[in-house]
């Protein structure tokens, strides 16, 4: 199991940006996926980014435009830039590393992201 921590989470305004952070205790460069998840109360956790070696990034459509992913494998660490924040962004955002195609997802501790004027 690897360690995944995370920051950067808390209150933004509508419109608003906030930045999360997610640091692996394993080298990153050459696991197979990194990326973020969420889930709001009562509802199933979802996709929101997710960036693959050598594979490019996608992104689920409600945040396409607004996200960003990104990863710094020196310090094994993967970023998601979250411009114009709304409301409906509301979540425990979730770190997730897949160490190959084949393998689970493991999972931050998760940190929560409110979105409130």
């Known amino acids: 199991q690897v360690q995944l921590v995370e920051s950067g989470g808390g209150l933004a305004q509508p419109g608003g940006s906030l930045r999360l952070s997610c640091t692996a205790f394993v080298s990153i460069a050459s696991i197979y996926a990194m990326g973020w998840y969420r889930q709001a109360p009562a509802k199933q956790r979802e996709l929101v980014a997710r960036?693959?070696?050598?594979?490019?990034?996608d992104y689920v459509d409600s945040v396409k435009g607004r996200f960003t992913i990104s990863r710094d494998n020196a310090k094994n660490t993967v970023y998601l830039q979250m411009n114009s924040l709304k409301a409906e962004d509301t979540a425990v955002y979730y770190c997730?590393?897949?160490?190959?195609?084949?393998?689970?997802?493991?999972w931050g501790q998760g940190t929560q992201v409110t979105v409130s004027s």
């Open positions: 997730s590393l897949r160490r190959s195609y084949f393998s689970a997802n493991q």
């Open positions: 960036i693959i070696t050598g594979g490019g990034s």
